[in-house]
């Protein structure tokens, strides 16, 4: 009888544990709110928001780009996103280099102005009056305006025709020493960006 008791109530806390599992379940969804997937991007969305310059038969153009991520910290890689509708994939499929110029938020409606325009139409750096300085070791041409600017040599296409993605190294890279601050912009989608401000510092031993 002992026994039986016992494994009576077993099952009794069994389902009284699952019971306050799914009570709890049900509170913490009633806390969150479900997003459509095709949002999801916003949530992730890296930064910060660059130019990127690209230079073919004498004539350069600039794209403004969000989708990058690092790969390695030495020699520093760097994978990006381009649509293959972007006027600028076919330029850096077939040059294989280019210049990630990093803007401040000073320059935020020229980059945005670049991305709602295509260079097959117009010439942006005459446009939204930047200023186009030579690189040191690729064509295409640094953007003056920018606080830094890294030349950039494609080293991989393995997944350019799948997923549109280059990975890129950088074998130059400048910095204006004059910018003691500098605040970049974050796309968060829709038009909506974040300006980085405040910066704290935690011990770690993160590189």
């Known amino acids: ?59 350069a153009n600039v794209m403004t780009m969000s989708w990058h991520t690092m790969m390695e910290f030495e020699p520093p890689l760097v994978g990006c996103v381009l649509s293959n509708r972007n006027f600028t994939f076919n330029i850096l499929k077939a040059t294989k280099e280019c210049v990630i110029n990093i803007p401040t938020v000073e320059l935020a409606a020229k980059v945005v102005g670049c991305g709602n325009t295509s260079g097959r139409d117009v010439d942006k750096f005459k446009i939204f009056r930047l200023t186009p300085a030579p690189a040191s070791r690729v064509q295409a041409p ?6 830094a600017n890294l030349e950039c040599r494609v080293i991989d296409t393995k997944m350019v025709t799948k997923y549109n993605f280059f990975v890129m190294e950088v074998i130059e890279a400048w910095i204006d020493p004059s910018r003691k601050s500098p605040r970049t912009i974050h796309h968060m989608g829709k038009g909506a960006f974040m300006v980085a401000g405040k910066t704290i510092k935690l011990p770690s031993k993160m590189k």
């Open 142 to 147: 640094l953007i003056n305006e920018c606080y």
């Open 1 to 59: 009888m002992k026994s039986t008791r016992r494994w009576a109530r077993g099952p009794r806390n069994a389902r009284s544990g699952l019971d306050e599992l799914q009570r709890r379940l049900s509170t913490f969804l009633l806390a969150r709110r479900s997003i459509p997937l095709s949002e999801v991007y916003r949530l992730l969305e890296p930064g910060p928001v660059v130019l990127l310059t690209t230079a073919r038969k004498g004539h």
